[in-house]
């Protein structure tokens, strides 16, 4: 049976385009992927390995919740601070139970893999969850996996394309 390789892209509904390239850009370290035509209908960013898309849409709706992969926790929740982005373990429940030592209110640590968490929200009241599994990918054995690098500039391979519509 066929499966998948991985996620390539999740779409966000957004209403200010600049606001959201900004905002990703400077929160998550995202990067712009300039797709000529396609910009005007979309904002593609990479984020990691994977990208994300957002649609401006008149009435905004925001979506459960996605998660990305930190490479570097403190770092990140550095620049959280330093941005006056609000994070949160619990963004539904003040009131949500401890279950770590290392749990409180701005963060938490899940009790079988170590994995931390916390939640923020995007100008629009996406939320995201950022998580950071501090021992690593393994496969089926216990083998360790290396994740695909984070390098800047990666992109999918682009082929000359003549659209049919100027
Ligand atoms: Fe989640």
Redesign the pocket.
């Known amino acids: 049976m066929a499966g998948i390789k991985l996620i390539h892209h999740v779409n966000v509904q957004i209403s200010d385009r600049d606001r959201t390239r900004e905002w990703y850009e400077n929160v998550l370290g995202a990067e712009f992927l300039d797709r000529g035509a396609i910009n005007q209908r979309q904002l593609q960013l990479r984020i990691g390995t994977g990208e994300m898309h957002f649609t401006v849409t008149p009435e905004a709706a925001s979506t459960g919740?996605f998660?990305v992969e930190v490479d570097d926790w403190d770092g990140m929740l550095l620049n959280l601070d330093n941005l006056g982005v609000p994070y949160s373990r619990s963004p539904g429940s003040v009131d949500a139970p401890l279950r770590t030592p290392e749990d409180n209110q701005y963060q938490g640590r899940r009790e079988d893999n170590g994995e931390h968490?916390t939640y923020i929200h995007d100008p629009d009241g996406n939320m995201i969850?950022l998580?950071y599994h501090p021992l690593g990918l393994t496969d089926s054995a216990g083998n360790p996996v290396a994740l695909a690098d984070n390098t800047k500039r990666l992109r999918w391979k682009q082929k000359d394309y003549v659209a049919r519509i100027p």
Do not use: F
């Open positions: 919740h998660a968490y969850e998580v």
